[in-house]
């Protein structure tokens, strides 16, 4: 992967996409008047992670991977005039809770929770894939919607790069109130453009049995797996409840 930055780049700037290029394991090239097909050709890699003040942006020639808060600005504006979220209705989240999500991919599900448990309550959210986790680390810290109340739910999500079954193992039981799985659908939901650019990056990889067992003892209330309602990974994993919503998601719970 090429990591460079945007065309007119200042010294601060410069200075990220080099600690950039070292963190993930990239090739920095000092951008210069160079496209980024140009350099493709050159230099014969396809991935480029572009670096400007605005953000991150991780572009392939086809399709680009950058943070925005997707359908969780709608959610969260819902929350704000008192309408439900099925996703925290199934939780039963409240203010002051401490969520763990364990597969944050671009942060959607635990910007909803970090508005949803307050300036009381934490969201840690875990993601195994390093350039992932790189992109929403910036775009929590970074990321301006003009909405004060979404703006500082993003800024209290601690985005960690780490996968879920290495950290649920670590943790002392009970030490969250709920342990969130959204993994990348065993059947995907290809009409959902919003994921569409994450498919290429995200870690595809099923939940094991093991995961789920460490997320019983971690949570003290509720134990919740997003997926694909014909799946069959709730029958596979436990989850005992299942709460259908629209376009074939579902949610499934466990109380431990």
């Not at 990591?3 to 080099?18: I, P, Q, Y």
């Amino acid at each position: 992967m090429i990591v460079t930055t945007s065309g007119r780049a200042g010294a601060d700037v410069l200075v990220r996409a080099r600690a950039l290029s070292s963190e993930l394991g990239g090739r920095f090239i000092e951008r210069g008047q160079h496209s980024l097909q140009r350099m493709r050709r050159r230099f014969g890699e396809q991935g480029i992670l572009v670096v400007s003040e605005r953000e991150l942006r991780y572009e392939d020639g086809e399709e680009a991977l950058y943070f925005h808060p997707s359908m969780a600005n709608i959610r969260v504006k819902r929350l704000m005039k008192g309408e439900s979220d099925p996703m925290i209705a199934a939780s039963g989240c409240r203010p002051g809770d401490k969520v763990l999500d364990c597969t944050a991919g671009l942060a959607s599900d635990s910007i909803v929770f970090a508005y949803a448990v307050g300036e009381h309550g934490s969201v840690t959210a875990l993601e195994s894939q390093p350039l992932l986790c790189a992109i929403i680390q910036d775009g929590l810290a970074r990321y301006e919607s003009g909405l004060p109340d979404l703006d500082r739910a993003l800024r209290r999500i601690e985005a960690r790069c780490a996968h879920h079954l290495e950290t649920l193992a670590s943790l002392p039981d009970n030490s969250y109130d709920m342990v969130y799985f959204d993994p990348m659908f065993r059947r995907p939901v290809h009409q959902s453009s919003a994921i569409g650019p994450l498919r290429q990056l995200a870690n595809h990889d099923a939940i094991l049995p093991e995961a789920i067992a460490h997320a019983r003892r971690v949570a003290r209330r509720s134990v919740i797996l997003k997926e694909h309602e014909r799946s069959g990974e709730f029958e596979r994993l436990g989850f005992e409840h299942k709460l259908v919503q629209a376009s074939n998601l579902a949610y499934g719970v466990i109380h431990p």
